[in-house]
């Protein structure tokens, strides 16, 4: 099984930027993409952002596209999010997770989550 810890949320005012990793542990030697979702209040979780093994290829949902960015460094076994010109409808917990792609959308490849990061923006 593999571990997720993410960290770097935050309160941060609109406008502003915050980086948020995904430390993972355990079988991560099977190469996996990996991705970013978020949960707001009263709202399901969501596909934020994920990266290929290679850190070749990156997507992103519409709303986030050309603000933030995913990376990974994969001797650390860690996945980032740049997160720039945050938005108040941005507020929400981040979680990583292994990703897979369904047709046109990325789905969450492990069953389980990490406890997620808190990010707050405010206006």
């Known amino acids: 099984q593999v571990q997720l810890v993410e960290s770097g949320g935050g309160l941060v005012q609109a406008g502003g930027s915050l980086r948020l990793s995904c430390a993972a542990s355990?079988?991560?030697?099977?190469?996996?993409?990996m991705g970013w979702f978020r949960q707001a209040p009263g709202k399901e979780r969501e596909f934020v952002a994920a990266?290929?093994?290679?850190?070749?290829?990156?997507y992103y949902a519409d709303s986030e596209k050309g603000r933030f960015t995913i990376s990974r460094d994969n001797a650390k076994n860690t996945v980032y999010l740049q997160m720039n010109s945050l938005k108040p409808e941005d507020t929400a917990v981040y979680y990583c997770?292994?990703?897979?792609?369904?047709?046109?959308?990325?789905?969450?490849?492990?069953?389980?989550w990490g406890q997620g990061t808190q990010v707050t923006v405010s206006s």
């Open positions: 997770n292994g990703v897979i792609r369904g047709g046109n959308s990325w789905n969450p490849l492990f069953d389980y």
């Open positions: 355990g079988r991560t030697s099977l190469g996996y993409a």
């Open positions: 990266i290929t093994w290679s850190g070749g290829n990156t």
